[in-house]
């Protein structure tokens, strides 16, 4: 117990709370001025500060669309694999392959894919008479919400097909013995049966998601305008790039309240013993 | 073993560096770590090192080429350590103010002073400005980035055109090759940053400035105003379609694979562009229009807390010297002193006379985005409104008053 406090200590007590003292300082890291105690200023601060809404608007509209496609299309390519007979090996290492790729890399990937002149997609859809403006003000937070899916659905299948070989037999042999139709089989057995491993699913891809940075930081910098500022963007921005880390401190222990709001919701629903009766 | 030596240049450091102002370079050793950025300019220098190591074997020079993204965060890293990652580093010139400011970097008048025949004053008026902070220098000028048109000779002489010294000549020509699968211009217009860099050329066309002489923001013009409109007006009508998120790469790579006929850029792209591709050769640089460029430039300055700041000044004295600058500039690099833009020897064995005179020309008078505290926050801040004006989310008025009026509150906090 004690090496393990210790370790805690160190590796997570520490740098919490030393942050936790920052956003109660106006510490920068240039300019002449020494830090000061300024108590729940930064925190004041953020309600009139226009672009963190915007961006916490866009971070959370992020998460729960790019969280909802890609359980649902997981849920459906789980169950697919699950049939498969032939070759299945094979398919699951193919389509897991999104899942290796450092996200950075996926971003520049998309910048250059989607690139009206220079890229194979516009092309494309060139050839069938359509334009579209990927990065443009109405569809740069949807292609980005897309890039995700690409990569991280994977994850949710690979959870979620975990979850499904694991269940028992009998309750599915029950229902067709009982003429369930595939539909109600779904709904009646899988479904509550699946909902732990959904839970757990749902839960670690979404804090992954709230920590999207690298994709916008690839393709649109926040732009068109603010369309793309997601929170992890902005607190970057300000602090290490403006340096006002007292400020970027204070966004950041927001974001931790809404995450572990979430979470919570999340875990209740889910994840508690009598949740999965 | 990099880490062994710099420990061992940097125990002295507290009792030596104090008294080197005018100590006599050739002394100097030990191992010097720099941070550069992966650009042309870099390899240049590395080229360099050999003949360095002739006249200085004691200092082993090792260079690290870094993206830009990520030079910044290990800078302020390693000035903020107590064992630093780096003992000479390359400025950007929107750091310069914070950097000096907060104490971060090494005065070097009395170094400049120790040395017969440098010739400080040699180096381009707009540059040795940026680098002196209250009077004080604080780093040399490495190359520089001053914005120019880098334009299709081909296409200009057969369309009957003349490079553009206006806003509208420049819509008009760029209205007249974008024809075909190659449009008029490949513009960045990026937000942040990249956006500002290049609509600060549209803005001095116009006549505009963005600051006073005092320092305060001076945006809020019907001039600015003009500008954004020219530049909004010139991307919708003549820029790739679908290139709101470009930036720099974006716009070099259309034009050097024919898909645009010219673009606002930095004046180093000519021989880069000049050098490869179906379209080498057919590239001329000429001043923006309306004559005064946005300035960038890149310095080098030693860090307060270096741990051979000898070593790393006998290394800077050595390159930016004027028979070391004129190596350079034939190899390729981008120029910073007067002479050797003026040097027919250069202009032979470099790129030729026009392409260098021009270069001058546009140093002349080119001023840099944002001078003062805070400068890379204000920038920021300015490019965004910029863009969410091209997308079409704010009206042209709206943008201007708002980026002037954050503009004001960024250099003010």
Same mark, same amino acid.
């Given at each position: 117990m004690v090496p393990l406090g210790l370790l805690l200590g160190v590796i997570v007590a520490y740098p919490l709370g030393y942050s936790l003292w920052l956003s109660l300082t106006d510490r920068r890291i240039v300019g002449s001025k020494d830090a000061t105690f300024v108590g729940l200023d930064q925190y004041a601060g953020l309600l009139d500060n226009a672009a963190y809404g915007v961006a916490m608007r866009n971070t959370i509209v992020f998460v729960v669309v790019a969280v909802t496609l890609e359980l649902v299309l997981g849920l459906a390519l789980a169950?697919?694999?699950?049939?498969?007979?032939?070759?299945?090996?094979?398919?699951?290492?193919?389509?897991?392959?999104?899942?290796?790729?450092?996200?950075?890399?996926?971003?520049?990937?998309?910048?250059?894919?989607?690139? $009206?002149?220079?890229?194979?997609?516009?092309?494309?859809?060139?050839?069938? &008479? %359509?334009?579209?403006?990927?990065? &443009?003000?109405?569809?740069?937070?949807?292609?980005?919400?897309?890039?995700?899916?690409?990569?991280?659905?994977?994850?949710m299948v690979l959870l979620l097909l975990a979850g499904l070989e694991s269940l028992p037999r009998?309750?599915?042999?029950?229902?067709?013995?009982?003429?369930?139709?595939?539909?109600?089989?779904?709904?009646?057995?899988? %479904?509550?049966?699946?909902?732990?491993?959904?839970?757990?699913?749902?839960?670690?891809?979404?804090?992954?998601?709230?920590?999207?940075?690298?994709?916008?930081?690839?393709?649109?910098?926040?732009?068109?305008?603010?369309?793309?500022?997601?929170?992890?963007?902005?607190?970057?921005?300000?602090?290490?790039?403006?340096?006002?880390?007292? $400020?970027?401190?204070?966004?950041?222990?927001?974001?931790?309240?809404?995450?572990?709001?979430?979470?919570?919701?999340?875990?209740?629903?889910?994840?508690?013993? $009598?949740?999965?009766? | 073993m990099t880490l062994t030596l710099a420990a061992c240049g940097g125990d002295g450091d507290g009792s030596t560096n104090a008294s080197t102002g005018s100590a006599d370079a050739g002394a100097a050793s030990g191992t010097v770590r720099v941070i550069m950025e992966e650009v042309p300019d870099t390899d240049i220098v590395k080229e360099m090192l050999p003949a360095f190591q002739q006249a200085h074997p004691d200092v082993d020079v090792q260079i690290e080429a870094l993206p830009y993204d990520q030079m910044r965060d290990r800078i302020v890293s390693s000035f903020l350590a107590s064992d630093p990652t780096y003992d000479l580093i390359v400025v950007d010139n929107p750091w310069m103010h914070d950097f000096a400011q907060a104490g971060f970097l090494e005065p070097l008048d009395d170094r400049i002073a120790a040395i017969d025949g440098y010739d400080h004053e040699d180096f381009s008026q707009p540059l040795r400005d940026i680098a002196s902070v209250d009077g004080t220098t604080y780093a040399v000028p490495f190359y520089n980035y001053a914005l120019a048109l880098v334009y299709r000779k081909d296409l200009y002489e057969k369309a009957g055109l003349e490079p553009p010294t206006s806003l509208e000549e420049l819509k008009a020509a760029a209205a007249e090759l974008n024809e075909g699968g190659r449009a008029g211009i490949a513009m960045q217009p990026q937000k942040g940053y990249k956006i500002f860099e290049e609509w600060a050329n549209y803005l001095f066309a116009a006549g505009g400035k963005i600051q006073n002489d005092d320092g305060s923001i001076a945006l809020d013009s019907p001039e600015a105003r003009e500008a954004l409109q020219a530049y909004i007006d010139i991307y919708r009508e003549s820029a790739p379609k679908n290139s709101l998120n470009w930036a720099f790469d974006e716009a070099i790579r259309s034009v050097s694979a024919d898909k645009a006929s010219q673009l606002i850029s930095y004046n180093w792209t000519l021989p880069t562009l000049n050098a490869e591709g179906d379209q080498a050769g057919n590239f001329a640089l000429a001043e923006v229009p309306g004559g005064k460029a946005a300035l960038g430039a890149w310095f080098w300055g030693i860090p307060a807390n270096?741990?051979?700041?000898?070593?790393?000044?006998?290394?800077?004295?050595?390159?930016?010297?004027?028979?070391?600058?004129?190596?350079?500039?034939?190899?390729?690099?981008?120029?910073?002193?007067?002479?050797?833009?003026?040097?027919?020897?250069?202009?032979?064995?470099?790129?030729?006379?026009?392409?260098y005179t021009t270069v001058a020309r546009i140093l002349e008078d080119a001023a840099p985005l944002a001078n003062g505290p805070n400068a890379e926050e204000m920038i920021n801040v300015v490019g965004e409104q910029l863009n969410a004006a091209v997308a079409g989310q704010t009206s042209v008025d709206e943008a201007i008053s708002t980026a002037a009026q954050r503009a004001q509150e960024t250099l003010d906090k």
């Open positions: 169950m697919a694999l699950q049939r498969q007979r032939r070759a299945r090996d094979l398919t699951r290492a193919f389509l897991l392959t999104p899942m290796f790729v450092t996200p950075i890399a996926v971003g520049l990937m998309f910048r250059f894919l989607l690139n $009206e002149q220079l890229g194979a997609i516009p092309a494309i859809l060139d050839n069938v &008479g %359509l334009d579209i403006d990927f990065f &443009g003000p109405t569809l740069a937070l949807p292609t980005i919400i897309a890039i995700d899916v690409w990569q991280w659905t994977p994850f009998q309750p599915f042999e029950a229902a067709r013995v009982d003429g369930a139709s595939a539909w109600m089989t779904f709904r009646r057995v899988t %479904l509550p049966l699946l909902k732990p491993a959904i839970g757990i699913a749902v839960l670690l891809r979404a804090l992954d998601a709230f920590k999207v940075f690298e994709y916008v930081f690839a393709t649109t910098r926040g732009g068109p305008g603010d369309a793309t500022e997601t929170i992890q963007y902005q607190i970057y921005r300000t602090g290490f790039q403006f340096f006002r880390i007292g $400020e970027a401190a204070a966004m950041a222990f927001v974001l931790i309240a809404v995450v572990l709001v979430l979470a919570t919701i999340l875990y209740r629903r889910f994840l508690r013993p $009598e949740a999965s009766a | 270096s741990a051979n700041k000898d070593g790393a000044w006998a290394f800077v004295s050595w390159l930016t010297d004027k028979a070391q600058e004129k190596e350079r500039v034939i190899a390729g690099g981008a120029p910073v002193r007067d002479s050797v833009m003026q040097d027919e020897e250069v202009w032979e064995q470099g790129f030729g006379e026009e392409y």
